[in-house]
């Protein structure tokens, strides 16, 4: 039995409405990509004694056009409208970076009026967790310079208001981003409201010295994702070589969390996510200590 095709209100089927659909009733917000790539690097000590400090870095790029020429950015770029924003993530990458084949996952959908100068535009950022020694980072494309930076992120003032049927928490952040030849910092202030069950959260740039578009609020919110992430997740593991040691790893994830953490109850933390071996540290000036690996087959 043949069954009618469904009409609107018109009296149109799919097919006809398709037909004579205009595009441009509504205008279009452009679509672009930025990416936060972050890695753990250790930070050469002169005392061959002392273990290799560690710093959590992130990814930038140089801007080389116009707007914000000469200020440093995600790298990103514009989603052509034959491509997918994952495909056009990837590309955008590789050709500001060269760096290629790497996981990213979707972080958050940006969609300010005014954000960008140029026009209405939205968006889409991604966020990756890598091995920095796998990589060779070099500038293309319109960035440039491609340079990596070690990541500050600081809280220096909370206040809490009470609401009827909740409260209003306002915390400024800043975030100071710094390697040989530039610092480059800024204040976020972050607003969450609660009021009954409803909850809701705005942040907003206070200052800003040397970013590039509302890059540091993406930053922001990057850190404290990715601080979420570590503790029920094994993104961590990306940074880690295939064997090292319980202190290494202990340090990594200090490093991403900002804090010191207790060491035998860290090591209970991450006992399934790990596997013993029979092999050891062989470092001149230190004591052997026992390698591990990650534990892939955990449940």
């Known amino acids: 039995m043949n069954k009618r095709p469904l009409t609107d209100a018109q009296g149109l089927t799919e097919?006809?409405?398709?037909?004579?659909?205009d595009a441009g009733e509504y205008e279009r917000p452009s679509v672009t990509v930025d990416m936060l790539i972050f890695t753990v690097m250790e930070r050469e000590q002169d005392n061959y004694r002392?273990?290799?400090?560690?710093?959590?870095?992130?990814?930038?790029?140089?801007r080389g056009q116009h707007p914000y020429l000469g200020q440093w950015a995600l790298p990103g770029g514009f989603v052509s409208v034959h491509e997918s924003i994952e495909e056009a993530a990837r590309r955008e990458l590789f050709t500001e970076t060269n760096?290629?084949?790497?996981?990213?996952?979707?972080?958050?959908?940006?969609g300010e009026v005014e954000r960008d100068p140029r026009m209405r535009v939205i968006s889409c950022s991604y966020m990756a967790l890598v091995d920095r020694t796998t990589l060779h980072v070099q500038a293309g494309d319109d960035a440039a310079d491609a340079a990596w930076f070690e990541v500050s992120h600081q809280l220096i003032e909370s206040s809490r208001k009470e609401l009827e049927?909740?409260?209003?928490?306002?915390?400024?952040?800043?975030?100071?981003?710094?390697?040989?030849?530039?610092t480059l910092s800024g204040v976020v202030e972050h607003v969450e409201t609660v009021q009954g069950h409803v909850r809701k959260t705005h942040s907003r740039i206070v200052e800003s010295e040397g970013l590039a578009f509302d890059h540091l609020l993406m930053m922001q919110y990057a850190i404290e994702r990715l601080r979420g992430k570590v503790e029920y997740t094994d993104i961590?593991?990306?940074?880690?070589?295939?064997?090292?040691?319980?202190?290494?790893?202990?340090?990594?994830?200090?490093?991403?969390?900002?804090?010191?953490?207790?060491?035998?109850?860290?090591?209970?933390?991450?006992?399934?996510?790990?596997?013993?071996t029979e092999e050891y540290t062989?470092?001149?000036?230190?004591?052997?200590?026992?390698?591990?690996?990650?534990?892939?087959?955990?449940?």
């Not at 097919?15 to 659909?21: I, K, P, S, V």
């Not at 002392?50 to 140089?62: A, G, M, N, R």
């Open 282 to 299: 062989k470092d001149a000036g230190h004591r052997p200590s026992k390698l591990y690996r990650y534990n892939m087959n955990r449940e």
């Open 15 to 21: 097919e006809q409405f398709l037909q004579t659909y």
């Open 50 to 62: 002392k273990l290799s400090d560690k710093s959590l870095q992130l990814l930038l790029i140089q």
């Open 165 to 182: 049927q909740g409260y209003e928490l306002v915390k400024l952040i800043r975030i100071t981003l710094q390697n040989e030849q530039t």
């Open 99 to 110: 760096i290629d084949n790497i996981y990213m996952e979707q972080l958050y959908t940006w």
């Open 236 to 276: 961590i593991f990306n940074l880690m070589p295939p064997l090292f040691t319980l202190s290494e790893l202990q340090r990594v994830y200090e490093i991403i969390l900002g804090k010191e953490l207790l060491a035998a109850a860290f090591r209970r933390k991450i006992a399934d996510r790990v596997t013993e």
